[in-house]
């Protein structure tokens, strides 16, 4: 069974733009969850969709957004982008039939604002 | 607030020695946990978590964790760490059963020396 994939890997943008992340989950899944990963914050949380419904939201501006289709892959969007929105954004995906799951992590994609 | 606290930044232990990295967690209600593992450059791997029943719980790798409410701790364990355990331990704590909203601590760095 193929894993989370997470297009692109490697983005490099300056302040002022916008950008647009994607993750598939894995065939199945309905809940995917973005983290974003930054030496300073750690691991936070960002928001999670399931069956294309905003279930969760983390702490974050209303800059950061996403969305989830039909078939489950989600996108994740940022706008007006800061320096200090550069890290490593985790998509992370689960079945999410409300039983205390295993959350199955893609590789990354890792954003640099200049 | 859930929140966790894991206490070391960087450890560093000889191969073959045995490894425990700390995680003290807050939780009002009972308490759904994980530890997961992260590789330079790569996602996260789940080692194992922890919802009811059994407070030792297995993992792969050779990993255990031990629940323990009267301290709010769920320590990870190995009796004897090999130079491929070398990588970055995250426990965290899940939002009810939802697994999609966790929040992580942050982290612990094992380095293994030969």
């Known amino acids: 069974k193929a894993g989370v994939t997470q297009t692109p890997r490697y983005l490099i943008k300056t302040r002022g733009q916008q950008v647009t992340l994607s993750c598939s989950p894995i065939?199945?899944?309905?809940?995917v969850s973005w983290y974003q990963q930054t030496p300073g914050q750690g691991l936070q949380f960002l928001f999670e969709?399931?069956?294309?419904?905003?279930?969760n939201k983390g702490n974050f501006p209303g800059r950061f957004s996403g969305r989830q289709f039909s078939n489950s892959r989600s996108e994740m969007n940022v706008s007006t982008l800061e320096l200090g929105d550069s890290a490593l954004y985790l998509c992370?995906?689960?079945?999410?039939?409300?039983?205390?799951?295993?959350?199955?992590f893609g590789p990354g994609t890792r954003l640099l604002v200049l | 607030a859930q929140s966790v606290t894991q206490p070391d930044i960087h450890i560093t232990v000889s191969e073959g020695a045995s490894l425990e990295l700390r995680c003290n967690y807050s939780y009002g209600a009972t308490p759904y946990l994980f530890w997961y593992v992260q590789s330079p450059g790569q996602g996260l791997q789940l080692l194992l978590k922890?919802?009811?029943?059994?407070?030792l719980v297995q993992g792969i790798k050779g990993f255990e964790a031990e629940f323990k409410r009267s301290q709010s701790s769920f320590n990870l364990r190995k009796p004897s760490v090999h130079w491929s355990d070398a990588a970055e331990y995250f426990c965290?704590?899940?939002?009810?059963?939802?697994?999609?909203?966790?929040?992580f601590g942050d982290g612990t760095t094992l380095t293994v020396k030969p």
């Open positions: 922890y919802f009811s029943g059994d407070t």
């Open positions: 065939s199945g899944h309905r809940s």
């Open positions: 992370a995906s689960s079945l999410g039939s409300g039983v205390v799951e295993t959350q199955y």
């Open positions: 965290a704590v899940g939002a009810g059963t939802n697994a999609g909203k966790s929040t």
């Open positions: 969709y399931f069956s294309e419904t905003q279930r």
